[in-house]
């Protein structure tokens, strides 16, 4: 409850204890001589009613309010509703009859990789050669905007609806290495060094040599803008909550929306710089969050310690084999590696074309994340830190083709660890309900993990009372 509603009732209470016993008296007789005998020795008299009472009059010659006054009192009557509900952390849900609006904007870069030793390195593992290795040197930036709706049913359960899109612009900058792993230099026709001799280098062996390894040239840019990711939606309950601890439970499904990679393109089978865009199946999600309140000052200080729980399960689901596997691996190349395991990396994969689909199944993702939330008056800080996990998806379909795809390194388990900073700030005192919150990521250590670099992200979020 607010200071205003506080007041407001205090008052009204105030005004009923002072004028009972004159209302329980004006049914009797007794009661209406008393009632002239008080105004006759010059007690107050009794209120008048109709258009000629003088309250009346003074409260008709008030100007009309002006649209602004409208809204401000309406936002104060707003704020005192939402008050009283004593919102807090992650686990607070949309107040009944009420909606709200969010855009989500994202954006970050992305070059680099921790291997299964927690050592960083390029996204793809640079593959041997004669001479060298080859460093496909595949970078990229992209990101993504989500629309969200959600809506108050009861106060304590809500329900959201969410749309992602994604945008990328991806590209490979083969680079031919030496043994020492650093790029190979050369001169020019004059005598002068080449600086651009190692990329030179790079696409000379990746056009002569993985056709010769059975491996088809891959496409070396892809650009795509306004993709359509997973839509989702679900529910989120808060079955219990006291001024100091707070606990909450969000169910979702995603729908088979997003867009799964062409085959023939695909940066987790070897074949282009395309990512996936969604799960390319059903999945449901799960998050179970907990709030504790650690401090609080009136409407000042506000400090509040939470964790988030999550689970994803992706069910299964066919895709298309690629189907530009169309040479055979020279046998006197694979043999020169002196290493048995490359005959996996490298096998002889044309008869793809004719295999039609394998079976996918994305399986199960977990996070964990902790957050300390410190609010003074209307800004809000926050420092989070979090751990993601996704499972080895599991495929069946042609042996030779999932040795391949797992030979690869990007279908296999992962795990990233990363920090997060954050700002946000109210626009309520100007009587915009309207919030706008900024963060900051940085990837700390990961396992078999893409790192994602430069990565900033947008809300901005409105609220609108609706069906009350």
Known sequence: MTTRTTVSVLAISALLIATAPAIAQISTG??????????????????????DCPAATAEAAKPPATGWKVWTNFIDHELDLVGAADLYGVTSQMPKGYASIKWDY????????YNDKHEIGPVMAPITLP????????????????FQAS????GNFDWYFEIPYQFMHLSFNPKFLGADGKPVTG?????????????????????????????????????????????????????????????????RVFFPTGRVANPNSSLTLGTGPELDTGMGGWALGFTQGYDVRIFKYSYWIDIVASSEFSLTYGFAQRRAYPTNFTTQPDRKILQAFNDPT????????????????FKYTPGFGLSWTAQLAVQVALLGFNFAYGVSHSQEPELAGDYYFIQMAKSLQLLGQNT?????????????????????????RKVIDGYNAIVFDDYWNVVIKTYIPLFR
């Not at 007794?30 to 258009?51: D, M, S, Y």
Request: charged content about 20%; glycine content about 12%.
């Open 342 to 357: 490359v005959f996996n990396s490298f096998p002889d994969l044309r008869h793809l074309k004719d295999m039609g689909s």
């Open 151 to 154: 809506y108050g049913i009861t």
């Open 187 to 251: 001169n020019n026709p004059d005598g002068t060094v080449d600086p651009d001799f190692a990329t030179k280098q790079g696409m000379r062996m990746l056009y002569k040599y993985l056709p010769a390894l059975g491996r088809p040239v891959p496409q070396l840019h892809y650009d795509a803008d306004w993709v359509l990711g997973d839509i989702n939606t679900g529910f989120s309950w808060n079955p219990w909550r006291t001024p100091r601890m707070s606990a909450a439970l969000t169910c």
């Open 30 to 51: 007794q009661g209406v001589t008393k009632l002239i005998e008080a105004r006759e020795a010059g007690a107050a008299p009794a209120a008048c009613e109709g258009k």
């Open 131 to 146: 001479g060298g290795k080859l460093d496909t040197g595949l970078k990229g930036h992209g990101g993504g905007h989500v």
């Open 106 to 113: 994202t954006q970050l870069k992305a070059g680099r990789r």
């Open 416 to 440: 990233t660890h990363a920090i997060q900073l954050g700002a946000s700030l109210s626009l309520l005192p100007v009587y915009i309900p309207v919030q706008i919150a900024f963060s900051w």
